[in-house]
């Protein structure tokens, strides 16, 4: 099983990135497919989710906005569209899956993505 995010990159304040999460190795439906973020010195944080099939869509405050998560059927990859960046967006981006709720404790999460760095510069 594996996901793989890419995507990341610098950016300055104001612009857009496409993340995007390939999963591969098994059959994911009825997983819930989520975005976390660390930022350095700070703890793993959840920011939005998706269900595999690519409904429920659900944003913390932070993001609610400016980012957009979407499931891409035929290729088995989530995305997630940053607009709007801010400084503060700033971190390595994760993706994750786990069978069942949304939950923002990293620990409950199944599957795990390497992660990609996304830097925005003000």
């Known amino acids: 099983v594996q996901l793989q995010a890419s995507g990341g990159g610098l950016m300055q304040a104001g612009g857009s990135l496409r993340l995007s999460c390939a999963a591969s190795?098994?059959?994911?439906?009825?997983?819930?497919m989520a975005w976390f973020r660390q930022a350095p010195g700070k703890k793993r944080e959840f920011i939005v989710g998706i269900t595999w099939e690519g409904g429920n869509p659900y944003y913390v405050g932070s993001v609610k906005g400016r980012f957009t998560v979407s499931r891409d059927n035929g290729e088995n990859t989530v995305y997630l569209q940053m607009s709007s960046l801010k400084p503060e967006d700033t971190a390595v981006y994760f993706c994750a899956a786990r069978r069942g709720y949304y939950y923002s404790d990293p620990a409950v999460y199944e599957y795990w993505g390497q992660g990609t760095e996304v830097t925005v510069s003000s």
């Open positions: 190795g098994r059959d994911f439906s009825g997983y819930r």
